[in-house]
């Protein structure tokens, strides 16, 4: 596991832009913490390593689709609040389309088969935030 401190938004949306670095062989990444601990901006920099320039919340869409050097779905499940209402979000058919982003992650773990990344965010104070990186699963090819 991979441990980071980020000071400013600044310093967590240029770890997502790392993160998608490093990890641009997953296809999944399930971001798991409270409201405002820094969720979307690590997706601004994750994306803009793709070319994606503008993330949009996906908190009343449920699934934003984004194309740019790869194809990019990032889900908000903050408002699923069953497995039925996951089945139904069509976040699923996603898998295997592109690379999947999933806030509130932690709602579709139990679904996920294979490997991916678990991106946990805490707030320690008002611009800072404690962000473990975890590979879960197998991946022939981590990096």
């Known amino acids: 596991m991979l441990r980071y401190i980020t000071e400013s938004e600044e310093e967590t949306e240029e770890l997502g832009y790392y993160t998608a670095c490093r990890y641009r062989n997953y296809k999944v990444f399930l971001l798991v913490g409270e409201l405002g601990s820094g969720k979307t901006t690590f997706v601004r920099g994750f ?17 934003n689709e984004y194309l740019g050097k790869k ?3 990032h889900a908000d499940l903050y408002r ?3 497995e039925e209402d996951i089945l139904t979000t069509g976040i699923m ?3 295997n389309r592109g690379i999947l982003l999933v806030e509130w992650g932690e709602r ?5 088969k294979g490997y991916f990344v678990e991106i946990r965010f805490e707030i320690i104070s008002p611009n800072k ?9 197998l991946n022939p090819r981590p990096y």
């Open 47 to 63: 994306v803009r390593f793709f070319g994606i320039l503008e993330v949009r919340s996906p908190s009343f869409v449920m699934i």
């Open 71 to 73: 194809r990019i779905f």
């Open 80 to 82: 699923v609040r069953s």
């Open 93 to 95: 058919d996603n898998l």
């Open 108 to 112: 579709l773990i139990r679904f996920i």
């Open 129 to 137: 935030r404690k962000i473990n990186i975890k590979r879960r699963g």
